[in-house]
T-cell receptor
């Protein structure tokens, strides 16, 4: 158990809909990261938040947004969903600043299926 | 499991043999590298890391080798066990300093390791 909690574990929805994925980082971790894992693209970095502020951005679509709340949990909002958005979405957290190990601790993921 | 559908190169080894998983990274400015293991239905788990000022680092049954000249990273697993069956990812990061809280870990495409009993 990494200590990172993600909900829901599974989510099925229709094209055009909007969903919110939730992540609770490890106790004490200030940084939260979101990754997308699809069949043909491996793990794609989406975005990083540190203590409520956006710190690094990857290939995140404009239809997607994220935020980190004062209690440090984070939410990833996916809107106007398309079939291609079906994927596993992982949240990870790290010590702040990342320790010499730079390890990210990953949750178990949220599997999104868009029909 | 969630990894079954990934279109990945596969390495098949006999239990007890040594495994070598290779990775080519993209950015010559990357200064930190990590290997992650992802078992079916789980999130990636840290295995070992290495900084760009090193060319070798050893852990328990695992060794990471870094060749910056050709931008190549490898993971060696000694005496491979059935529990080592998983997808292995290398990841690289460019850090601008220890106090920089911006941290973008970029993952490679992964290699599936199958251990034959």
């Amino acid at each position: 158990d990494s200590g990172v909690t993600q909900t829901p574990k599974h989510l099925i929805t229709a094209t055009g809909q909007r969903v919110t994925l939730r992540c609770s980082p490890r106790s004490g971790d200030l940084s939260v990261y979101w990754y997308q894992q699809s069949l043909d693209q491996g793990l794609q970095f989406l975005i990083q938040y540190y203590n409520g502020e956006e710190r690094a951005k990857g290939n995140i679509l404009e239809r997607f947004s994220a935020q980190q709340f004062p209690d440090l949990h984070s939410e990833l909002n996916l809107s106007s969903l398309e079939l291609g958005d079906s994927a596993l979405y992982f949240c990870a957290s790290s010590e702040d600043p990342p320790s010499d190990g730079g390890e990210l601790f990953f949750g178990e993921g949220s599997r999104l299926t868009v029909l | 499991g969630e990894n079954v559908g990934l279109h990945l190169p596969t390495l098949s080894v006999q239990e007890g043999d040594n495994s070598i998983i290779n990775c080519a990274y993209s950015n010559s400015a990357s200064d930190y590298f990590i290997w992650y293991k992802q078992e079916s239905g789980k999130g990636p788990q840290f295995i070992i890391d290495i900084r760009s000022n090193m060319d070798k680092r050893q852990g328990q049954r695992v060794t990471v080798l870094l060749n910056k000249t050709v931008k190549h990273l490898s993971l060696q697993i000694a005496a491979t066990q059935p529990g080592d069956s998983a997808v292995y990812f290398c990841a690289e990061n460019i850090r601008r300093g220890r106090m920089d809280s911006s941290y973008k870990l970029i993952f490679g495409s992964g290699t599936r390791l199958l251990v034959r009993p």
